[in-house]
């Protein structure tokens, strides 16, 4: 079914229902719940879809559409029917993989089709039959990323580009879309908080009563939010359209319900300066601002949020603004100041303070520092050469590194052999929702770090960490991790490892998720957790306001102390 005949059915639609139509019965939630699983299953499992021969979007969009304009469930086992009739009988063989840990099965689970009450005993046993004889083949709408491995790849999701504010049967195709290829190709979907299966009874009202633009972006943040993942998030992103395009012409910290300016970007003619600490802002205070925007914001823990809010909690829709604070001195102010567009995406690094022209350096007591993502391959030898006997080795990971020189080649001169540091999860295509299991890079040269060495480093070493470790971050911390005499001080990492993937959602939105799962050799997570700390240190506004490094003053206390 083409998209502009759904479009004017849905004209037609509704001028003829009545409007409280889009207030969703229970029934018509359970209803669209079980449409969404349905569809998903023989979508990723039964033959005759996976290879893409039928419209399987349409199908979908009129099996919703009979259910959500009913007064009653047979529009509903009109479209169950319809779904399978169009599959028909699947010719597969049966699938039984041979797992023996419990990480492997984490995400599967075809229960609901016994435990719904809305099927027929004969629906429940075709679908219960589907998922023990998946397609093995190369499936259309779910691959292996070719440039990416263990990714899912999902190169044959129409984008539908042109509907900017869809209609409620392609919203809802949106979200069934994402919902279904978190549920079997997500590796964290048993790591995000609430049953996978609620979420979904919770985002169906959501995305039907999106009735304009903003209130579908709005849904759409909401829905990339509830996997609780740092890697998460949408593009083009809508937070602009939510919270407005322009934003005060300086740079700050979030810290304990409070912002601290750290560096003003232009010349500005107010009382803001290096060290102000603003409260409110249009008089909503920084507390406030931070409640409003949370469902929105796409992280795996509370530092992760707050990092991405400041791309946009001091946002408007006007140019200007009034804020109202402190000095460093204590004095208060009041002060009304211009707002531009900023590309605060683009300015990330500069914004967050992860550069430094400091690479390696000798600190007080024979103690080494590292800023660990200017390290690289011609200039490795020379910062840790001077460094081997040194009482220690501070490495600040609070950056992000670009290449993976320090990652994989620091350890050479940490350890005295090769040495496995992590394990990962990834999609098993031929039963979707199962997960592989097996070590890193297995079979490159890349499964271990270290080599044989005879005078491996014999001081402690010490890794600095907060929100600003994420991902390649919290991946260089695992490869560190493996040198014995390993010290991590700050606060809780962003908790988001393995590489990003995405899917296409109606209106050529990419939503985005963590595409392997990623875990210590003893088979401890990092997703949402972290780097695991062994000090906690926490900043306080006054370290902002005065340029305080309280987790470096921490490291060298404990090395001088211990």
């Known amino acids: ?130 998922a023990g004889h998946p397609y093995r083949g190369l499936n259309y709408y779910a691959q292996p990323n070719p440039d990416n491995d263990g990714n899912v790849f999902t190169p044959n999701e129409k984008p539908y580009a042109e509907m900017l504010y869809p209609d409620v049967y392609y919203r809802l195709l949106g979200l069934f879309r994402y919902w279904n290829v978190i549920n079997y190709f997500y590796p964290y979907k048993y790591a995000i908080g609430k049953p996978w299966e609620d979420l979904l009874t919770e985002m169906i009202p959501l995305m039907i009563n999106a009735t304009d633009t903003l209130s579908y972006h709005k849904a759409l943040a909401r829905m990339a939010a509830v996997i609780n993942d740092s890697h998460g998030g949408l593009w083009p992103q809508v937070y602009l ?58 992280a795996s823990n509370k530092g992760g949020k707050l990092k991405v809010m400041h791309e946009f909690i001091f946002n408007s829709k006007v140019k200007q603004a009034v804020i109202t604070g402190y000095q460093p001195d204590g004095r208060k102010f009041k002060a009304t100041i211009p707002l531009k567009e900023r590309d605060l995406l683009k300015d990330y690094l500069d914004f967050f303070e992860m550069t430094s022209p400091v690479t390696a350096e000798m600190i007080m007591d024979n ?50 052999k090769p040495t496995i540091y992590a394990h990962n999860t990834s999609p098993d295509f031929d ?39 994420q991902s390649a ?31 296409v959602l109606p209106g050529n939105y990419k939503i985005n998720f963590s595409g392997l799962g990623i875990y210590f050799p003893d088979g401890g997570e990092t997703q949402r957790i972290g780097i695991p700390i062994d000090i906690p240190v926490r900043y306080t506004i006054s370290d902002m306001m005065y340029k305080n490094d309280p987790l470096l003053k921490k490291a060298i206390e404990f090395i001088n102390n211990h």
Not at 249 to 273: C, E, G, I, Q, Y
Not at 439 to 462: L, M
Not at 475 to 492: E, F, Y
Request: proline residues 5%; positive net charge.
């Open 367 to 416: 103690i080494g520092y590292v800023f660990f993502s200017n390290v690289n391959r011609k200039n490795l030898d020379s910062v840790m050469a001077p460094l081997m006997h040194t009482k220690a080795i501070v490495f600040d990971m609070r950056n992000y590194p670009q290449n993976g020189s320090g990652t994989y080649h620091i350890p050479d001169y940490l350890l005295s």
């Open 1 to 130: 079914m083409k998209s502009s005949t759904v479009r004017n059915g849905a004209i037609i639609a509704l001028l003829i229902v009545p409007l409280t139509l889009w207030s969703q019965s229970r029934r018509q939630i359970a209803e669209l719940s079980v449409l969404c699983k349905t569809w998903g299953l023989l979508k990723y499992y039964h033959p005759e879809i996976a290879t893409g021969k039928h419209d399987w979007d349409s199908v979908l969009i009129v099996s919703v559409k009979q259910s959500l304009n009913a007064k009653d469930n047979a529009q509903f086992v009109w479209g169950v029917n319809k779904m399978m009739a169009i599959a028909g009988k699947d010719t597969a063989a049966a699938y039984h993989p041979v797992y023996t840990l419990s990480i492997h099965y984490r995400n599967y689970d075809p229960s609901w089709i016994d435990k719904n009450s809305l099927l027929s005993p004969e629906i429940k046993s075709t679908l219960k039959y589907i």
């Open 431 to 469: 039963l979707p929702g199962m997960m592989k299991y097996e070590v890193s890079n297995k079979g490159t040269s890349a499964e271990q770090v270290g080599k044989h060495n005879p005078a491996p480093y014999q001081g402690k070493i010490i890794l600095l960490v907060d929100e600003r470790t």
């Open 241 to 298: 359209s939510i919270a407005g395009k322009y934003s005060p012409a300086f740079n700050f910290r979030l810290v304990d319900n409070k912002a601290v300016v750290t560096r003003l970007a232009d010349s500005m003619h107010s009382p803001v300066k290096v060290g102000s600490v603003i409260e409110t802002m249009d008089a909503v205070s920084v507390k406030q601002r931070i409640k409003t925007y949370w469902d929105y914001i796409p």
């Open 473 to 503: 971050a919290e991946w260089a911390c695992m490869t560190l991790k493996t040198a014995p005499n390993v010290t991590v001080i700050g606060s809780q990492t962003a908790g988001a490892d393995g590489n990003v993937t995405r899917t």
